[in-house]
């Protein structure tokens, strides 16, 4: 693993399911963050984590829940997935802050 | 509530002219003011950022410019090239330097 990575590429999802979004990071950064990309309305923060053991709510946090288990992983579940949740995330871990934020390469979910 | 607002949404510049873009952030406690692009199916990558004990940066082709009492910062980009074309977003911590929210981004033309 090189950098920050995400699982799946992309899904399509039945409304109603229970989904988990996998972020991966081998750069031992403290802050780790999820954010869905919409069009017109930029990046969202859903939750953050400044370091492992705690999580923070963003702007959109309902209907998502994270974990922070330890350093290099960062889960984002949607427990009932609804159609509105259609969108690009992305994952993305920074040194702490203010810090540069590196991203991982998104996940695209469809929920029908 | 914590927001950054960017302006415009959408910019077309003839190539080789200058581009400029502007941010108005919240809280007056913000720090840090990262600016990312986000070229078509990519991920948001870091192109220069300012912190509050600075008024101006540059590099290359690319500056920034703070203003803390009046809560606005903008991107200025000279002799743009057809390279240029891309989203650009904007950005601002919040919350004491605890989290980051970006603009909705503006989607730059670089016209031939």
């Known amino acids: 693993i090189a950098g920050i990575t995400q699982a799946p590429t992309s899904q399509i999802l039945a409304a109603g399911r229970r989904m988990t979004l996998r972020c991966t990071q081998d750069?031992?950064?403290?802050?780790m963050y999820w954010y869905r990309q919409d069009l017109g309305l930029g990046l969202r923060l859903i939750h953050y984590?400044?370091?492992?053991?705690?999580?923070g709510k963003g702007e959109v946090p309902d209907g998502y829940s994270v974990s922070r288990a330890n350093t290099d992983d960062f889960p984002l579940t949607l427990a009932s997935a609804v159609p509105s949740q259609t969108s690009v995330y992305f994952c993305?871990?920074?040194?702490?802050?203010?810090?540069?934020?590196?991203f991982g390469p998104g996940t695209r979910l469809t929920v029908l | 509530g914590e927001n950054v607002e960017q302006h415009p949404s959408t910019l077309s510049v003839q190539e080789g002219d200058s581009a400029v873009i502007k941010c108005t952030y919240s809280?007056?406690?913000?720090?840090?003011f990262p600016w990312y692009k986000q070229e078509l199916g990519k991920r948001p990558q870091l192109i220069i950022d300012?912190?509050?004990?600075?008024g101006e940066k540059k590099d290359q082709r690319i500056a920034v410019t703070l203003n803390k009492t009046a809560k606005h910062f903008s991107l200025h980009i000279t002799e743009t090239q057809p390279e240029d074309s891309a989203v650009y977003f904007c950005?601002?911590?919040?919350?004491?330097?605890?989290?980051?929210?970006f603009g909705k981004g503006t989607r730059l033309h670089i016209l031939p």
């Open positions: 993305a871990s920074s040194d702490g802050l203010p810090a540069e934020q590196f």
């Open positions: 750069m031992r950064h403290n802050a």
């Open positions: 984590s400044n370091t492992a053991g705690t999580t």
């Open positions: 809280d007056s406690a913000s720090n840090y």
């Open positions: 300012i912190r509050s004990n600075v």
């Open positions: 950005a601002a911590t919040m919350n004491r330097d605890d989290k980051i929210i």
